[in-house]
């Protein structure tokens, strides 16, 4: 029956996926600031024409951050069919290498039932499974009715502005043209995510008057009024963040609480020159609160508006201010819909294991999709292990990277046909 010959065509593709997913490795999509992201486009544009796809090449035009120096280039293929498609999307870029690594972070080594490299978890074996688990429908000739679209994108762990959600903006993923979305990020070949918590991204600006170091009390030191909004942020914000827990299966557990984190903070003089003696008047403080879908961003707004106006009033002659800098909304995927569930049966036909829902601390380009593309089903499911992602010696495991193509192929296979 149909669901053996995919299986079979999987198996047999097994060194090519590898291969494929190495080949991607070793191109170095490092961002920032966005390395050769052409040479991958055009890797995985070929291969998707190798199998037949319908292939654009899609420049961010608009964006800022597509120069000539580091074209943002995203590339899509598409299998046609009728009515709205099955859409497989996943970012190329990867983060820098970093220190630590005992492998060559671009070598795209296989060794020991695992590939090694930068990306070669998040998420580029999940690209290599995606574009495989289609390749393997078509193989073992089985007729579905709805289009299969699979990108590669740029920029997601840079925010994706210039990946999904300009494809998003330009109409390439809509809720007219597409069904559902399926992320192959590195959430385990038995877990689906089906969302993640909000961000609310911040600074807090306290504004003093600089004086004489030596006549510190003729100044008003900025840095002296942010530390009473740290102490609250410690003593007050922290605590009753702590005492709030979301219904969402957030992993790891501890995501499960709202959360805030002091992401840098800036005041005053220089450290590294030879300082001038001079009060400081100025300190800025940039804050990452993760928020609840059950607290909401107006609450989460309010709550800390209300903060800052309790460390005014202890340090009236500070002058605090607020400035928004990046905001996304809690999004999930209903655990009805029928891209979890063809997830679900396809993760039990595979390895016979119950899939477990999660969802994810931070976002991913699932908020673009769900946002700007109005596409309610969206999911993450893709070979890896989480926790290795942006690690040295990141790895994927072999055996991962042909499960999730198997599982891939039979969630495809039920939502196309
Ligand atoms: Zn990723």
Known sequence: MSVDRVLAEVDRAADEIVDFAARLVRIPTVNPPGEEYEACANVIGDQLRAHGADVQLLPAMGRHEHTPQHPRINVIGRHDGTGSAIHLNGHFDVVPAGLGWTRDPFGGEVADGRLYGRGSCDMKAGIAAAIFAVEA???????????????????EESGGFAGVAWLAENRLLSRERTRAVIIPEPFGVDRVCVGHRGVYWFEVIAQGRIAHGSMPYLGINAIDGMSHLLDLVRDELGPALFGRVTAMPVVPEGSRHATININGIDGGQPVDDTPSPCVADRCRVVFDRRFLMEEGLERTRAEIAALVAKAQSRMPDVTFSIEDRLIFEPTRTPEDAPVVGALAEAIRQVTGREAALVASPGTYDHKHVARIAGVPQCVAYGPG?????????????????????????LAVIKLAS
Do not use: F, W
């Not at 292990?385 to 690690?391: G, M, R, S, T």
């Open 385 to 409: 292990q989480l926790d290795l992602a942006h690690q040295p010696d990141e790895y994927c495991r072999v055996e991962d990277i042909l499960t999730a193509t198997k599982v891939l192929a």
């Open 137 to 155: 429908i078509r193989r073992a000739a089985i007729n579905t009715i709805a289009p299969i679209e699979m990108s590669g994108t740029v920029d």
